[in-house]
């Protein structure tokens, strides 16, 4: 679901107290006082990194040099000792880079990688009381994690798989020699992503250090039919500003509707004990909704600093306008106007749900929901309201199939029976997002089960009822793994 942004239970910080008095004033813990100073930080070093070190003026040794630098002052301001966990992590799976065979190179870093964020995870909670006394050094370990197995993966398909054992886009991203180690270092601490990520492929990150990121975009439009003579300029000054925009009215929901209704609403005595069930349903859907503007404050932030830096540009949409999207993590207006399970989680935490489909479901060769939602699960942490969320999301996610295959193609005759469909479709997602995910929010169980008992366990019974009732129809035009060369070829007739 989500990369937890600085925890709002975090009371005290081993990283900088330089901006305590601030924290005070403003009634928002330091952890988090912390993480926007840096990433505002990281705002005007990005726009100074892309006019005075840009690929035309400086190497990109000199690129790489300047982002990793400072991305380790940044991680070491926020989190002080705690780091060390971060490097630690960083320097074994290079170790690993440079002495595995590409056949293991990804397991091995896999599980490595996998495995001591699993420790860090274990050992913050359970050790530390549930993170309450302890700053949440998480959030930079997920998102490393994130990067060293999407590279090794990579890697792997580049130098220990033959090419047409590969699906179109493994084939475009596979890396084709093993990174410098100061490549290395610059791609998994950069300061555009450290604090915050999102994560990004290798090859995408090493073009941008080295001048061909916009140039490979645009190459793939006729600039000729549209009069241009050379290739433009694109300037992401206009999606900064934008991003900077949708951070700010985050900002402003965040301490006013959030502060407002607190999760901890969900475990008053009137919610559980004394509000009717519709009520319970409405007042939950207000709750989760006013958790959400902290995850759209960190995310935009954090792609508004790549793209100040210059990176992030996917290319020209159907407009004709340049698109600064390649690593936007979330879709506001597709995830508040989502129809479908699907949908809602297709643009929410989008590169989170990327690396899961290129490091899990597309490579597992069996139930691949199952255990690509287990590795969400075990990668956020090991909070017991997180594996309520994902339990709850692979029964909401196979019913939610199990209807729309059954049912929708008979909504599409007309336009008005189309409306209509969508209008439920809208307000059933909605509210089963809210009820799935608030375990998430809650951590714990006792809060958890209490709300559900509270709820009556409605959507975990419907779910089961539509799985065991309704026929399992296959999906139209859906394939779950990627077609390769070969199987194109062993479908073409002699």
Known sequence: MAAEPPSSLSYRTTGSTCLHPLSELLGIPLDQVNFVACQLCALFAAFWFRIYLSPGKASPDVRHAFATIFGIYFVIFCFGW??????????????????????????????????YLTICHISRIYIFHYGILTTDFSGPLMIV??????????????LGRRAED????????????????????????????????????????????????????????????????????????????????MTLVSLLLFLTLTKTFPVTCLVDDWFIHKANFLTRLCYLYIVMQASKPKYYFAWTLADAVNNAAGFGFSGV??????????????NIWKIETAT??????????????????RVCYERVPWYPTVLTFFLSALWHGVY???????????????AARTVRNNYRHY????????????????AVTQLAVSYTVAPFVMLAVEPSISLYRSMYFYLHIISLLIILFLPIKPQAHTQRRPQTLNSVNRKKPD
């Open 82 to 115: 705690y780091s060390l966990h971060l490097f630690v992590l960083v320097l074994m799976c290079y170790g690993l880079m440079v002495t595995a065979s590409v056949s293991n190179i990804h397991r091995y870093s896999f599980f490595v990688a996998m495995g």
């Open 317 to 330: 949409d159907k407009n004709g306008n340049f698109s600064w999207d390649l690593l936007s993590n979330l």
């Open 340 to 357: 479908s399970f699907k949908m809602y989680l297709e643009n929410w935490n989008i590169q989170t749900a990327t690396w899961l489909k």
């Open 384 to 398: 017991p309201g997180y594996y309520f969320t994902f339990l709850t999301g692979i029964l909401v996610t196979l």
């Open 411 to 426: 909504f599409l005759s007309s336009k008005a029976l189309k409306v209509v469909y969508d209008i439920v479709t809208w």
């Open 166 to 245: 590969l699906s179109a886009e493994q084939h475009r991203l596979a890396v084709k020699a093993k990174p410098s180690f100061l490549e290395y270092l610059s791609y998994l601490l950069n300061f555009m992503s450290v604090i915050a990520g999102p994560c990004n492929n290798f090859k995408d990150y090493i073009a941008f250090i080295e001048g061909r990121h916009t140039h490979m975009k645009l190459l793939e439009v006729n600039w000729k039919e549209k009069g241009f003579h050379s290739l433009p300029e694109p300037s992401p000054t206009g999606a900064v500003i934008h991003k900077l925009c």
């Open 145 to 158: 994690t994130q990067k060293i197995t999407t590279l090794a993966f990579q890697v792997h398909d580049g």
